[in-house]
Nanobody
Framework: QVQLVESGGGLVQAGGSLRLACAASGRTFSTYAMGWFRQAPGKEREFVAYISPRGGITNYADSVKGRFTISRDNAKNTVYLQMNSLKPEDTANYYC????????????????WGQGTQVTVSS
């Protein structure tokens, strides 16, 4: 069982930055692929970014490419999402998720989820 706890959300003006963190329990964090997803009110949960277990492979949704950066520190059991040049349309609840095996953009293939952290971007 893996427990994930997100932090770092908040209210920020358009153009600003936030850094989300997701702390994982357990001793096998370095064997898990990690993903960030987001869900706005009335919308489906959508892929934002993923990172492979050792950090060598990353991928981003087109809507955040060039503005967001995913990274991980396996010594700290933590994955991060640096969000720059934030836009009002980035407003959502952000979730981290983990899975054994290969990275994927498909949210249904992730095994464990955090409770989410709210990001609100004002115009």
């Amino acid at each position: 069982q893996v427990q994930l706890v997100e932090s770092g959300g908040g209210l920020v003006q358009a153009g600003g930055s936030l850094r989300l963190a997701c702390a994982a329990s357990g001793r096998t964090f370095s064997t898990y692929a990690m993903g960030w997803f987001r869900q706005a009110p009335g919308k489906e949960r959508e892929f934002v970014a993923y990172i492979s277990p050792r950090g060598g492979i990353t991928n981003y949704a087109d809507s955040v490419k060039g503005r967001f950066t995913i990274s991980r520190d396996n010594a700290k059991n933590t994955v991060y999402l640096q969000m720059n040049s934030l836009k009002p349309e980035d407003t959502a609840n952000y979730y981290c998720a983990s899975r054994r095996g290969a990275v994927t953009t498909n949210r249904h293939e992730y095994d464990y989820w955090g409770q989410g952290t709210q990001v609100t971007v004002s115009s």
